[in-house]
């Protein structure tokens, strides 16, 4: 462990930090390397990096089959990643924690296991007009297959939920509420506690997208209450290629199985096949085996460094950020809602995001441009796409700084 | 909208750090022939991912021989220069021409390559691919 994970300070140690993150210290067209793009794909500490190399070089075979060490070492630690994964979202038992590749996959599975073991043609599910596609297309598949009802929720200027309208959108038929945790382009926060319980009023279970969310701030999913909570690995520092739906056991229970294959039945014969117990059951064919140790090894470290510490850091980070930003000529933030993330989206006078994006890359800064995969959300605030900066626990205030130089910068070129 | 690949690498030549690059980048789009509103529509668009660009063609059948002439534009200031770039190269040109002039050569020796690297969805790589095309039909 670290300086970091260890510190007993409580004062956040962001250089410790940094220099567990062994890509920090390289340059960009000559620039130290500005990386405000973690809410695309978080940068790996080198506890991930280490462990996953450790593994395939000395420890490597596959899980749940073999009956000699190796197997059953790696096992072991997959099966331990899965119960740190439970302890991170306060989940009550391993049973609840179901490996998937990313949240796309876990949104899926819900989609098509879910939707078509639970749902009826003319039943509802509520999103929200600040979801990415992801949470979007899913249930459009699922509303053309069998004739569910795609319900919006609106938002305001603010980028809040709006909780009256919601409110007004769950009738008897609603099954399910599909909504972001936390907004991949504005940051908002939305009101989780409230949408559970207004949904339960409704008989309706409830779906967050936390993939935005869980890098940000500690998650108890009992606390919440939710049904579904689905997250990837690839953004809380961990690896890509793993993700994880929690899902309440008698929910999943009553969940037909969405891949068919290896590992996830009990009995297999031509006549009919058994279903293996949860959470084996939704996870058919050899799993993202050291992604998921890889995840595991994420989680200690940013437990071990603390999700609260990391949260305050965050805030000052985005309360700086927002300040700095909001002084340049021109510059408009999307995305001000009271409860944040340390996400800023924003558009420049005329430069477009592509132009912003490619100047400051010039200066090592790294940011998003586009629609960000929400392209109804920018249609929401009539714009074709915004820059966006995110924040990770290894970001400061100098970055910040790099940041509002290189847009100065852009509005040099661009007058 | 006559200059030689030679005379367009030379132009760049001048500039020794990128942001006079992009500066003049920028200028170049700048003063792309404007694109009638009617044209920059869903069809005539290429598909692109952190910019739009919409590209019309026509074949010029009263020149002799038969050349390729071109409209295009992006939503983004540096996607429009680069856009005017490759019509410096390719509008007005004959189809042989066109198929045997590598876009990515001459951003190569003017130092922009890293744009049409087949990685970077930016619909400029698109752009070059339908440009050939059209070209490859109309030889």
């Given at each position: 462990?670290?300086?970091?994970a260890g510190?007993?300070?409580?004062?956040?140690?962001?250089?410790?930090?940094r220099?567990d993150?062994?890509?920090l210290?390289t340059?960009?067209h000559?620039?130290p390397?500005?990386?405000?793009?973690?809410?695309?794909?978080?940068q790996?500490?080198?506890?991930?990096?280490?462990?996953m190399?450790?593994h395939?070089?000395?420890?490597y075979?596959?899980?749940?089959?073999?009956?000699?060490?190796?197997s059953?070492?790696?096992?072991?630690a997959?099966?331990?990643?899965?119960?740190?994964v439970?302890?991170?979202?306060?989940?009550?038992?391993e049973?609840?924690?179901?490996f998937?590749?990313?949240?796309?996959?876990a949104i899926n599975?819900?989609?098509?296991?879910?939707?078509?073991?639970?749902?009826?043609?003319?039943?509802e599910v509520?999103?929200?007009?600040?979801?990415h596609?992801?949470?979007?297309?899913p249930?459009?598949?699922?509303?053309?297959?069998?004739?569910?009802?795609?319900?919006?929720?609106?938002?305001?200027?603010?980028g809040?939920?709006?909780?009256?309208a919601?409110?007004?959108?769950?009738t008897?038929?609603?099954k399910?509420v599909?909504i972001?945790?936390?907004?991949?382009v504005?940051?908002?926060?939305?009101?989780?506690?409230q949408i559970?319980?207004?949904?339960?009023?409704?008989g309706?279970?409830?779906?967050?997208d936390?993939?935005q969310?869980?890098?940000?701030?500690?998650?108890?999913?009992q606390?919440?209450?939710c049904?579904f909570?689905?997250f990837t690995g690839?953004?809380?520092?961990?690896p890509?290629g793993?993700?994880v739906?929690?899902?309440?056991e008698?929910?999943?229970?009553?969940?037909?199985?969405?891949?068919?294959?290896?590992?996830m039945i009990?009995?297999?014969?031509?006549?009919g096949?058994t279903?293996a117990?949860?959470?084996a059951k939704f996870?058919?064919?050899?799993?993202?085996?050291?992604q998921?140790?890889?995840l595991g090894?994420?989680?200690?470290?940013?437990?071990?460094?603390?999700?609260d510490g990391?949260a305050?850091h965050?805030?000052d980070?985005?309360?700086?950020?927002t300040?700095?930003?909001?002084?340049?000529?021109?510059?408009?933030?999307y995305?001000?809602?009271?409860?944040?993330?340390?996400?800023?989206?924003?558009?420049m006078?005329d430069?477009?995001?592509?132009?912003i994006?490619?100047?400051v890359?010039r200066e090592?800064?790294?940011?998003?441009?586009?629609?960000?995969c929400a392209?109804?959300?920018?249609?929401?605030f009539?714009?074709?796409?915004?820059t966006?900066?995110?924040?990770g626990?290894?970001?400061?205030?100098?970055?910040?700084?790099?940041?509002a130089n290189a847009l100065?910068?852009?509005?040099?070129i661009?007058g | 909208?006559?200059?030689?690949v030679?005379e367009l690498?030379?132009?760049?030549?001048?500039?020794?750090d990128w942001?006079?690059?992009?500066?003049?980048?920028?200028?170049?789009?700048?003063k792309l022939?404007?694109?009638?509103?009617?044209?920059?529509?869903?069809?005539?668009?290429v598909r692109?991912c952190?910019s739009?660009?919409?590209l019309v063609?026509e074949?010029?059948?009263?020149?002799a021989?038969?050349?390729?002439?071109?409209?295009?534009?992006?939503?983004?200031?540096?996607?429009?220069g680069?856009?005017a770039i490759l019509?410096e190269?390719?509008?007005?040109?004959?189809?042989?021409?066109?198929?045997?002039t590598d876009?990515?050569?001459?951003m190569?020796?003017?130092g922009?390559?890293q744009?049409?690297s087949?990685?970077?969805?930016?619909g400029?790589v698109?752009?070059?691919e339908?440009?050939?095309k059209?070209?490859?039909?109309?030889n």
């Amino acid at each position: 462990m670290s300086a970091a994970a260890g510190a007993v300070n409580p004062v956040y140690d962001v250089e410790a930090v940094r220099a567990d993150f062994p890509i920090l210290s390289t340059e960009v067209h000559g620039k130290p390397l500005c990386f405000l793009d973690s809410g695309a794909s978080a940068q790996k500490p080198k506890q991930v990096i280490d462990l996953m190399r450790w593994h395939y070089e000395n420890e490597y075979a596959n899980v749940h089959r073999g009956a000699y060490a190796y197997s059953e070492n790696i096992t072991g630690a997959y099966e331990a990643a899965r119960e740190k994964v439970r302890a991170f979202l306060n989940a009550p038992s391993e049973r609840n924690i179901v490996f998937c590749s990313n949240t796309t996959a876990a949104i899926n599975l819900v989609a098509y296991s879910f939707g078509r073991g639970c749902m009826k043609e003319g039943d509802e599910v509520i999103i929200s007009d600040m979801e990415h596609h992801s949470n979007i297309v899913p249930w459009q598949l699922l509303r053309d297959m069998m004739g569910i009802v795609l319900k919006v929720a609106p938002i305001t200027d603010d980028g809040e939920l709006r909780m009256d309208a919601f409110r007004d959108l769950l009738t008897d038929r609603t099954k399910l509420v599909a909504i972001t945790h936390v907004s991949n382009v504005l940051g908002s926060v939305t009101p989780a506690k409230q949408i559970v319980d207004a949904a339960h009023q409704a008989g309706a279970k409830v779906l967050f997208d936390g993939s935005q969310a869980v890098m940000h701030m500690p998650i108890d999913v009992q606390d919440l209450d939710c049904d579904f909570y689905a997250f990837t690995g690839h953004k809380l520092y961990g690896p890509s290629g793993i993700g994880v739906l929690y899902g309440k056991e008698d929910v999943l229970d009553a969940m037909p199985p969405f891949f068919g294959g290896g590992d996830m039945i009990s009995t297999v014969a031509y006549e009919g096949s058994t279903w293996a117990e949860l959470p084996a059951k939704f996870e058919a064919g050899t799993p993202p085996i050291v992604q998921a140790i890889g995840l595991g090894a994420a989680i200690d470290y940013v437990t071990g460094v603390g999700l609260d510490g990391i949260a305050m850091h965050e805030a000052d980070l985005l309360q700086y950020a927002t300040q700095r930003l909001s002084a340049i000529d021109g510059l408009r933030i999307y995305g001000t809602a009271g409860h944040k993330a340390a996400v800023i989206s924003f558009t420049m006078g005329d430069a477009h995001p592509h132009d912003i994006a490619t100047i400051v890359d010039r200066e090592g800064v790294c940011v998003r441009a586009g629609h960000h995969c929400a392209e109804p959300l920018m249609h929401r605030f009539g714009v074709t796409g915004t820059t966006r900066a995110s924040f990770g626990m290894y970001n400061t205030r100098a970055e910040v700084d790099t940041l509002a130089n290189a847009l100065e910068k852009v509005k040099r070129i661009f007058g | 909208m006559t200059m030689t690949v030679d005379e367009l690498v030379e132009s760049f030549e001048f500039f020794d750090d990128w942001e006079d690059r992009y500066a003049y980048v920028i200028d170049l789009g700048k003063k792309l022939p404007p694109m009638p509103e009617s044209e920059m529509v869903e069809e005539n668009k290429v598909r692109g991912c952190m910019s739009q660009v919409w590209l019309v063609c026509e074949k010029d059948v009263a020149a002799a021989p038969p050349v390729l002439r071109f409209r295009a534009n992006s939503d983004a200031f540096i996607v429009k220069g680069l856009i005017a770039i490759l019509l410096e190269l390719y509008d007005g040109q004959t189809p042989a021409f066109i198929l045997e002039t590598d876009a990515l050569d001459v951003m190569g020796r003017i130092g922009l390559d890293q744009h049409l690297s087949p990685n970077r969805r930016n619909g400029l790589v698109a752009m070059v691919e339908r440009i050939k095309k059209i070209a490859a039909e109309a030889n």
